[in-house]
C-alpha cells in the first residue's frame, strides 16, 4: 500500500473535522442518522452538517455547501442518492478534503449503467488523490476517536478487536453479538464496492495499527482474491486474522453480484487457500465471535493439549466434539496428575477419572472444583483449560477459584458458565478483566478454544 493511501486512511479513521452531505431533519432518513452517529458517539472533532435550506439540526449549525465550511475537512460522509454523490466527491475534491465515505447504493453490483457512474466516481477521486470508503456502505467506526461514520447511531465498548466486513447486515450481526458477549471494539469497515479502498488495504492498515490486536474479516468476494489471501497471510504473522467467507451454495453467486458487484467465487477453493495462508476460516458470524474473542483476551497456548474440568458430562462432549474436529487434542493426564485428582475426590470416587474430568456432584463445589483446575492446570501435557460450570441459585461459581489457578499458571484458561448473559454478566466481567473469556455455550467456548489453538500451531506450538 502506498505511503500517500495509508495516509490518507489514517486521516479517515481519526479525522480533526467531518463534514456530513445530506443531512435532513427527518429522523426516517439516512442523512439525519448519519449527523446523529457522529453526535451520539460523542466525536469530539469538528462536525459540519450540510444542507441547503436547514440553518441547524441537532444542535449544529448547517452549512449551505462544503464550500461556506469555515475549515479544513478530513473526511466527508456523503448520505446523497448515486448520481448526487459522485457531483458532490468532486465538489470534496475541490475543497481538498481526501476520504469519503459514500453511503449509496446504484453503482457496479446494479449493472452496467452503475459500472458507468461507479467508473466516474473512481475517476474524480483519482484525480484529486481521494480515497473512497464504499461506496454502497454502512460506513465506519473507530471507537479510539469516538467516531461513527455509520447511519446506526451506536455507542460500544472500546477494545482490541476490528472488523472488516464486506455486508453492513453481516457486520452489525458480528457488532451485536460482540457487545453482547462483553467484547470490546476498536474499528469496524463496512467496505461495500470498494471503489478504490479494497479488503486488502484495510488489512494492511489494521496490521499497521497498535490498538487493533485481532482482525476479523467478513468476504463475499472479490476481484483480487489473490492480493486479499497474500496480505492476510502477511498480516496473520503479526496479529490472529479470522476469515468467515460466505458461498457454500452456487446460488450465493448471483445474490453477492448484486449486493457489492462481486461474485462469490468457489468456497472450497477460498478456504482451502486461506488455510494454507496459515489462516483461521470460521463458519459463521457467531463462530467469529468467539474466536475473536478468545484470540483477543487469552494469551497464545504453547501446544493443542486441552484440559477439561467440570462437573457435567455432557458440554464437555461437545466440547470434545467440536474442538477436536478443530485440532485440538485431550491427552491423558499424567499420574502425578491423577494422584493429585485423587488426592482431592478420594482413591474410589463414582466417576471414571480421565480428561475431560467429570467430578460430578463433588464439582458443584467451587472449592473443589478450584482444587481440580489447579491439578490439571499443572500437568505438563495440558496447554490450555476449560473449566465447564452450571450456574446455580444456591451454589457459587467458582470464579475466585480459576482466578486463583490462573495467577499461578501462563496458561490459557477458558471459561464454559452455562448460564443466560444476564445471569452470568457479573462473573464475566471479573474473569474477563483477568483475561480469562467466558462464554455460555459448549460450542462457542469451543470455537474460541480453536481459535487459540490454531494460532498456537501457526507459530510453531507444540502438536501433541
Known sequence: MSGNKLEVLNGIFYPRSVAVVGVTGSSDRVGYNLLQSL?????????????????SLQGLPVYRSLEEVPGPVDVAVIGVNQFATVEVVEQCGKKGVK????????????????????????????????????PNTLGLINTRANLNATFYPLRLPR?????????????????????????????????????????????????????????????EGTDDARRLVQVAGEVARRKPVVFYKVGRSDAVNFAALTHTGSMAGSYQMYKQILQQFGLLVVESALEMVAACKALAMAPIPRG????????????????LDEAGLRGGVFPPFAESTMERIKGVLGQNPPVVLKNPLDAAGQGMQAATFGRLVEAVLDDPRIDLLVAAYC?????????????????????????LYISTQEQVREEREILHSRDIPVYITPEEAAWGVSALLHYALQRGGISR
Not at 39 to 55: A, C, M, V
Not at 306 to 319: D, K, N, Q, R
Open 391 to 415: 450456574l446455580h441459585l444456591n451454589w457459587r461459581c467458582p470464579t475466585s477459584e480459576l482466578l486463583a489457578a490462573q495467577k499461578q499458571s501462563s496458561k490459557p484458561v477458558v471459561a
Open 304 to 319: 493443542n493439549g486441552v484440559g477439561v474440568v467440570t462437573h457435567t458430562a455432557g458440554p464437555s462432549i461437545v466440547l
Open 39 to 55: 453526535i451520539y458517539s460523542g466525536f469530539q472533532g469538528k462536525i459540519y452538517p450540510i444542507h441547503p435550506r436547514l440553518e
Open 159 to 219: 477494545g482490541k478487536v476490528s472488523f472488516v466486513s464486506q455486508s453492513g447486515g453481516v457486520g452489525l450481526t458480528i457488532l451485536q453479538k460482540a457487545v453482547d458477549e462483553g467484547l470490546g471494539i476498536n474499528k469496524w469497515v463496512g467496505v461495500g464496492n470498494r471503489s478504490t479502498l479494497e479488503l486488502s488495504d484495510y488489512l494492511e492498515y489494521l496490521a499497521r495499527d497498535d490498538s487493533t490486536a485481532v482482525i476479523g474479516v467478513f468476504v
Open 99 to 134: 476520504g469519503v465515505i459514500c453511503v449509496a447504493g446504484g453503482f457496479r453490483e446494479m449493472g452496467p449503467a452503475g459500472k458507468a457512474l461507479e467508473e466516474r466516481l473512481i475517476a474524480v477521486a483519482r484525480q484529486y488523490n481521494m480515497e473512497v470508503v464504499g
